[in-house]
Structures are given as C-alpha cells and as structure tokens.
C-alpha cells in the first residue's frame, strides 16, 4: 500500500504494510526517531505527533488513517535551526530529565498553544493529561509551556 502524506511540511510517499502503525513508519521506514516508543498501547503519549493540528498516540495510530494528511513530528517544529519557542521554553525552565517523555509533550503543548495561544495552568495541564512523565513532577513543564504561551503572544 502506498501512504502519501504532508510530514512536516513535504510531500512523502511510503510503501506500508496493511496494520502499520504510525510510529513504525515513522521511525522505521522514515527514519525519524524523534517520535518515541515507550508503552505501545496510547497510554503514556511518548509518542505523540500532529494529525492535522490534532495530537495522536502514534503507537496505535493506523498508518494508513494519515493517507493525504499533514503530519508534523518533533522533528519538524524547529524552523532554520532554531529552536521553536516551546523547545526553547523547555530548555529554559529545565523540563525535561531524561528526555524520552519530552518530543511527546512539546508536540501536545503545540497542538494546545495552536488553537489556545492563552490558555490557564488547568487548561495547560488539561492540554498534556495524555503523556506521562517519570522524571519531572510535571511543574517545569507546565511552567514551560506557560512561559512559551507569553513570549509566542509578545511575538517572541
């Protein structure tokens, strides 16, 4: 089966497998690795990516389900070798520990902040419910992507 998408912003075409999930072509066949494999049953959000500004668990996501869809991984939120703010907003307010947790979390503050650029701390944690992290207590990063919500509104 051929799987043609939008991934972080190129045209892809892929030849998949009938019960491929998102993660494994991603990581396997494209090489992107930055989308993580932890649980494989959509329940730690480590392997979180954009469906059409939507976030998804990858690891149960069919592959084909992203046929002719704009896909955005980790990978793809950095612009010219820059940092995108809430990379940055990570960086600064030291949110992440061991990291595997963290692409996942960045790409469900940036389906958040996309379509809420002001949300509450509630909404924040709200906005993340789906991944967990072993590492952090959660704080630095709800503090994080606060932070990345005030600098994206002052245009920073």
């Known amino acids: 089966m051929l799987l043609e998408m939008i991934l972080n912003g190129k045209s892809v075409s892929v030849e998949i ?5 998102l993660v494994q072509v991603l990581r396997e066949r ?18 979180t990516v954009l469906v059409d500004g939507v976030a998804v668990t990858s690891c ?9 869809r704009r896909v ?3 990978e793809g939120v950095a612009q010219d070798h820059e940092l995108h703010t809430i990379q940055q ?12 947790c963290t692409p996942g979390f960045i790409m469900s503050a940036k389906a958040l902040l996309d379509v809420n650029p002001q949300p509450t701390r509630d909404e924040i944690v709200a906005g993340i ?3 967990l992290c072993r590492c952090t207590g959660y704080y630095q990063i709800v503090d994080a ?7 994206m509104g002052e245009g920073r």
């Open 17 to 21: 497998e009938p019960g491929d999930l």
């Open 30 to 47: 494209l090489g992107l690795i930055g989308t993580k494999i932890a649980c494989g049953e959509g329940e730690c959000g480590a392997c």
């Open 60 to 68: 149960i996501y069919p592959a084909m389900k992203a046929h002719g």
């Open 72 to 74: 955005e991984t980790i």
């Open 89 to 100: 907003a990570f960086v600064d307010h030291a949110a992440s520990q061991c990291g595997y």
């Open 129 to 131: 419910s789906g991944n």
């Open 145 to 151: 992507i606060e932070d990345a919500a005030r600098r």
